[in-house]
């Protein structure tokens, strides 16, 4: 990159570390500027065997802590700079956050997203008047069009990750905690570009030196823990992910400077992690938490925080900024982690096979579900654990066998030829009947009309089949 397009904010040469007096003066000037958001207690602390407390940071208005940062920055541009307007790189929460605050304030904002940032993020930017310019494969690159923009346009440029009114704001968080909780032991923190990490440690390691902080990152972008190794920030190349607010493929300066010397430990957790730890706080906590937000409780529930068993702890939940169909199917992988939802590649006739080796197991099939659009035969079974004695199901055997008859019965009827046939068999068999007769009975004088047969509307299969499931389940009870 050209030196006369680096963030002057962000100094690779000369980078500076956050002071403590950064910290309050925030503190003081976004008092009652931004929410105040609850630090409650796990509901499942038993099983966690921790004293586990959730900050929810998701609960801001642009759903992310983002918006602390966001609104101390605009609020100490001078006038000229916010007549000109801002500009920002982001993969959407910073975003939002930027351009929610910049409408507040009446600034005009500009924000630069990769291309593989959620549809959802970048029509709340611009339901909120933001300019959006989606380009750059990751942050990196998008980071880099915003700089050559706010060059060409004399606009400033606010990293979202890295700029020192950024960090300070973030370490806000960190005295909530501190009157929230008391006597914590350890704070889990998501790590993506740093600040988040830089902010709260600095100010928990002034106040509360006793109290140690953990972060956590994505093992498909270890951004920082490769700083940490060299020493340096250095470029670590991004894969998708879950968590997509945590792929900055390079740690700022500023906030690797403050955080490096402060930071406890440093967790990386795998995918699988992150979207049981989604799933959970939905099931327990009633929260919808974007991958990025869920690393903490990923880092817990991977077993990699075991030293802090018994003790206090809080972890931070940043953000529930996600697209409903990710967010759907990191729930569903989730539930395969916890062998809740199993995938397998079956045609028609190996599914019945399955099924009928999964009812030896005692295992009941709840819901089939054909994605032949994505993969050729492909189900997704669903299949929960039951005692025999508690729900009595139809057996898939007997389901089966009453399942054909009815399906044999209903084609018989549907049949116009059928009636036809029983007729006339019905004709042969009468006559039949009469020659067999004896003489010295009685003959009862006519024979009985044959009734035409009567077309019953029957049911589909599956219905039929779902209503005979559901009276077994009655009579059980």
């Given at each position: ?50 004293d586990?407390?959730?900050?929810k ?16 920055a ?9 007549r ?5 790189a ?6 939002l956050?930027?351009?929610y ?8 904002v ?8 959620a ?9 909120y ?13 998008s ?24 960090i ?21 923190v ?15 390691k ?46 700022g ?14 967790v ?10 989604m ?89 089939i ?5 994505w ?44 009636s ?18 004896p ?22 299969k ?16």
């Open positions: 990159m050209d030196d006369d397009i680096i963030d002057i904010h962000c100094d690779p040469k000369n980078p500076r570390e956050i002071k403590f007096e950064d910290i309050t003066t925030a503190d003081l000037l976004l008092m009652d500027e931004v929410l105040k958001t609850p630090c409650t207690r796990a509901m499942n602390c038993i099983e966690y065997d921790m586990l407390f959730f900050k940071e998701f609960l801001q208005p642009t759903g992310s802590f983002q918006s602390r940062g966001a609104r101390h605009l609020r100490l541009l001078s006038d000229e700079k916010k000109r307007g801002v500009i920002t982001s993969t959407g929460n910073h975003a956050a930027i351009s605050q910049g409408y507040e304030l009446n600034i005009p500009t924000v630069v997203v990769p291309t593989s940032t549809a959802s993020k970048i029509e709340k930017c611009r339901s008047k933001a300019h959006v310019i989606i380009e750059g494969r990751d942050i990196g690159e980071r880099i069009v915003a700089l050559v923009l706010a060059r060409e346009r004399r606009l400033e440029f606010i990293n979202g990750s890295d700029h020192t009114h950024i300070a704001a973030n370490g806000t968080i960190a005295f909530e905690i501190l009157k929230q909780v008391p006597k914590v032991d350890a704070i889990v998501p790590v993506g570009g740093g600040g988040l990490l830089a902010g709260i440690a600095k100010a928990l002034t106040v509360s030196p006793q109290t140690q902080v953990i972060g956590v990152e994505l093992e498909k972008c270890p951004s920082f823990q490769r700083a940490m190794a060299n020493e340096s920030p250095v470029y670590t190349p991004p894969n998708s992910s879950l968590a997509e607010g945590l792929l900055v493929p390079k740690v300066y500023n906030a690797f400077a403050t955080a490096a010397v402060l930071l406890d430990k440093l990386v957790v795998r995918e699988a992690w992150v979207a049981l730890a799933l959970r706080l939905l099931l327990e906590e009633e929260c919808v938490v974007e991958g990025a937000g869920a690393v903490g409780l990923a880092a817990v529930l991977s077993g990699q925080l075991n030293e802090f068993k018994k003790k206090r702890v809080v972890v931070l939940l940043s953000g529930s900024n996600t697209d409903a169909v990710a967010y759907g199917r990191a729930l569903e992988r989730g539930m395969a982690v916890e062998r809740r939802l199993l995938s397998e590649d079956h045609d028609v006739c190996g599914a019945i096979t399955l099924f009928e080796k999964l009812e030896k197991l005692d295992l009941n099939v709840h819901q579900m054909s994605e032949c659009v993969l050729p035969s492909a189900y997704k079974m669903e299949m929960e654990q039951r005692k025999k004695g508690t729900c009595q199901l139809l057996s898939f055997s007997a389901l089966k066998t009453q399942t054909d008859e009815v399906v044999k019965e209903e084609k018989e009827l549907q049949d116009p030829r059928t036809k046939i029983q007729e006339r068999n019905h004709m042969e068999t009468v006559r039949d009947n009469q020659k067999a007769t003489k010295n009975v009685q003959d009862v004088g006519a024979i009985e009309e044959t009734p035409k047969p009567v077309h019953v509307a029957m049911k589909p599956k219905f039929l089949a779902l209503n005979r499931k559901l009276t077994a389940k009655k009579r059980s009870k």
